[in-house]
T-cell receptor
Framework: GNSVTQMEGPVTLSEEAFLTINCTYTATGYPSLFWYVQYPGEGLQLLLK?????DKGSNKGFEATYRKETTSFHLEKGSVQVSDSAVYFCALSDRGGSEKLVFGKGTKLTVNP | KAGVTQTPRYLIKTRGQQVTLSCSPI?????VSWYQQTPGQGLQFLFE???????NKGNFPGRFSGRQFSNSRSEMNVSTLELGDSALYLC?????????????FGPGTRLLVL
């Protein structure tokens, strides 16, 4: 079945540090890939997405590239801010799957000033 | 445009009771999906409704059910509550529910079963 594996946290960084959160996937078809962010006490917000191989999703300084050869969709940001502290979820949506979205376990990021 | 709304935001029930949660999608959205979020299992898909019909279903027992009304509002029901049903229940909506569409999530209903 479809699955998403993302690096376990928590991740603690200082402001302006470089961020990478690894995400790899297993899917039966050609999935779309997503990063969602959940701020404390809130629901999930879409951060970025990519719908085909080699696509790069980007938003608010975050980027992720859909790598079909390594089945990966790693999230990166060059300079994190305290306001980026949240839980980040990698997810896939597969036309051949029965589930709407399959999520990774989430990675909690804390950015200290 | 108003976002996805869920009511109630917090709920406390005891084992054996039943509960009904409500979700109002973004105006014009016809697909509503439900997810359960727990610390142990993470986010898991419950079911999806489109045009008042259940279109997809996750791997949950029959105690979990749902429905969708003609105005696309959706409810989910959990009967005979168990302690393990304590979770954040998230609802998400999209226009047609297609694979390439973005799903917009509500703030969730936090259910505590005592």
């Amino acid at each position: 079945g479809n699955s998403v594996t993302q690096m376990e946290g928590p991740v603690t960084l200082s402001e302006e540090a470089f961020l990478t959160i690894n995400c790899t996937y297993t899917a039966t078809g050609y999935p779309s890939l997503f990063w969602y962010v959940q701020y404390p006490g809130e629901g999930l917000q879409l951060l970025l997405k990519a719908t085909k191989a080699d696509d790069k999703g980007s938003n608010k300084g975050f980027e992720a590239t859909y790598r079909k050869e390594t089945t990966s969709f790693h999230l990166e940001k060059g300079s994190v801010q305290v306001s980026d502290s949240a839980v980040y979820f990698c997810a896939l949506s597969d036309r051949g799957g029965s589930e709407k979205l399959v999520f990774g376990k989430g990675t909690k990021l804390t950015v200290n000033p | 445009k108003a976002g996805v709304t869920q009511t109630p935001r917090y709920l406390i029930k005891t084992r054996g009771q039943q509960v009904t949660l409500s979700c109002s999608p973004i105006s014009g959205h016809r697909s509503v999906s439900w997810y359960q979020q727990t610390p142990g299992q993470g986010l898991q898909f419950l079911f999806e409704y489109f045009s008042e019909t259940q279109r997809n279903k996750g791997n949950f027992p029959g105690r979990f059910s749902g429905r969708q009304f003609s105005n696309s509002r959706s409810e989910m029901n959990v009967s005979t509550l168990e302690l393990g049903d304590s979770a954040l229940y998230l609802c998400a909506s999209s226009f047609l529910g297609g694979v390439l569409e973005t799903q917009y999530f509500g703030p969730g209903t936090r259910l505590l079963v005592l």
